[in-house]
């Protein structure tokens, strides 16, 4: 354990965790916008800064990728660091004066208005990295990288065309701060050519990425509920039978033995189509059926065959 204060008060945390980590774990609040539990310390937003004494000086660092220290001593309400964030949300609000979070760091902040030297533009990327990093560190996709730089660096899809390796999860929608990930599941959609129109059925389009891919139907009731390749990336990734996915979690519904009942007959276990039952044999005469859930698709079939109706 690291024995380090913050804001004067002494905490106790375990080796190797940030200070931003630190201080959430104590209920301190340290602004920031591009950090999540999800991804690796990243520091790009530059809103996390804290004031750190250390060997009798002070320095300003990002608290989400610096790591505690024994007797480190951090601040993070000093006039240094409030100043700091407040040119760092100026240079937001010049870039990103109509996103709604950058309002409210603004107005957290007693900030009006940018300075008139930093210009105005009407963007809503910040540039904080969540969507890249979700997509490559979590899904592994690698559909998005950063392209360009300077003043013209942007999120991109490659060479600005179809993500061909987008999977749809839509994981860069979710994360983004600031909305500009637009994400639409359209319930029903059609190809059309001068011949006329063939409908394709639900499909979960990216616009950012130019991306449609199919929505997966539930055999059960029917609803679209996530896209096919997400499906199928996590097939290959758990080794999940493809059959797996034919229903969706809201109909999800793995069956139940009833011991008492069972005779062990063995019958759902023959006709399971994809092996999920198996007899628990107790000795002598004394078997039950016993379903593995992490290989069952959830698809009852065990129970129609079950004479004794102990499954349910």
């Given amino acids: 354990m690291v024995t380090l204060k913050i804001n004067d008060k002494k905490i106790k945390v375990k080796e190797g965790t940030t200070i931003l980590e630190a201080a959430r774990e104590y209920g301190i609040q340290i602004p920031t916008l591009c950090s999540n539990e999800a991804l690796k310390p990243y520091g790009a937003c530059r809103l996390c800064i804290v004031e750190i004494s250390k060997d009798g000086r002070k320095t300003i660092e990002t608290s989400c990728t610096y790591p505690v220290e024994q007797g480190l001593e951090v601040k993070t309400d000093t006039p240094r660091v409030i100043e700091g964030r407040k040119m760092v949300i100026e240079l937001y609000l010049a870039r990103c ?12 902040y007693g900030i009006a208005e940018s300075s008139l030297q930093m210009g105005k533009d009407n963007d809503y990327c910040i540039l904080c990295g969540l969507c890249v990093r979700a997509c490559n560190e979590v899904v592994k ?23 061909e390796d987008c999977i749809a999860c839509g994981s860069c929608a979710f994360i983004c701060p600031t909305g500009i990930i637009k ?10 050519t001068p011949e006329g ?6 499909q979960r389009e ?8 199919k929505l997966k139907e ?14 199928l990336k996590i097939i290959r990734q758990y080794n999940f039978l493809p059959e797996f996915f034919n229903i969706c979690p809201s109909c999800r519904q793995y069956p139940v033995v009833d011991e008492e009942k069972c005779l062990g007959c063995g019958g759902c276990m023959e006709n399971c189509p994809i092996g999920a039952l198996e007899l628990d044999d107790r000795g002598g005469y004394d078997k039950k059926a016993h379903v593995f859930n992490e290989n069952c698709t959830a698809c009852h ?8 109706k102990a499954i349910s």
């Fill in 206 to 213: 990216i616009l950012n990425w130019q991306v449609e891919h």
């Fill in 141 to 163: 996709a690698g559909a998005i990288q950063f392209a360009g730089s300077g003043i013209n660096k942007i999120v991109d899809s490659p060479f600005h065309k179809t993500a």
């Fill in 97 to 108: 004066p109509n996103v709604k979070k950058i309002r409210q760091l603004a107005d957290e």
């Fill in 218 to 231: 539930c055999s059960k009731c029917g609803n679209p509920y996530a896209p096919e390749p997400h499906l």
């Fill in 301 to 308: 079939t065990c129970e129609q065959y079950c004479p004794m």
């Fill in 183 to 192: 994400k639409n599941d359209l319930p029903a959609t059609s190809a059309c």
């Fill in 197 to 202: 129109c063939t409908p394709t059925g639900a």
